[in-house]
């Protein structure tokens, strides 16, 4: 996996102050993307122990209230072997921490992924330009949901996420 760049202390990508991990790699092309420089998979810089590192830094810190990881696409094809592994060590080390994910995919197309569950909240769908809103808490474009990963899997279908 590669990625672009990692954000100490982010406040728009997720609830409280955030880790965000922007990795390489999207398909969804969006018009109007506010990230086009992470869509080739094989930009940026190899996410070695060195990265990894530097994320759980980040993370260790009491204020942080947990990671984002976005790009690019966290699910591209090429990405979600690693991704996954990432998200389960996290949850492991950093079990207080939420975690929060991007993608361009619909929920029902990702919902069955075996390390979905260590998700806490899912920003699904592709950024349509038409539908850009700026007023939209944590997405760019209307059509775009914010998913409760917890309550959707135990009920079965996707429900939005209410700040707590």
Not at 27 to 54: M, V
Not at 96 to 101: D, Y
Not at 129 to 156: C, E, F, H, T, Y
Request: net charge negative; glycine share 10%; with cysteine.
């Amino acid at each position: 996996m590669r990625y672009h760049n990692i954000t100490k202390d982010d406040m728009l990508n997720g609830e409280g102050l955030r880790a965000v991990l922007w990795v390489a790699g999207c398909s969804h092309n969006c018009r109007e993307c506010h990230n086009p420089i992470t869509w080739d998979i094989r930009g940026g810089l190899y996410f070695d122990q060195a990265a990894k590192e530097e994320l759980f830094a980040a993370l260790d810190h009491d204020y942080i209230s947990g990671v984002t990881l976005s790009g690019g696409d966290p699910l591209h094809p090429d990405n979600r072997e690693e991704i996954g592994k990432l998200m389960v060590e996290i949850r492991e080390r950093f079990p207080n921490k939420t975690i929060w994910l991007y993608t361009g995919y619909q929920w029902e197309e990702i919902n069955r992924l075996p390390y979905i569950g260590k998700a806490d909240v899912v920003v699904d769908g592709e950024f349509v330009a038409a539908l850009k809103d700026g007023k939209l808490p944590w997405r760019g474009s209307a059509n775009q949901r914010v998913i409760d990963v917890q309550r959707s899997l135990m009920l079965g279908e996707a429900v939005l996420y209410e700040s707590r």
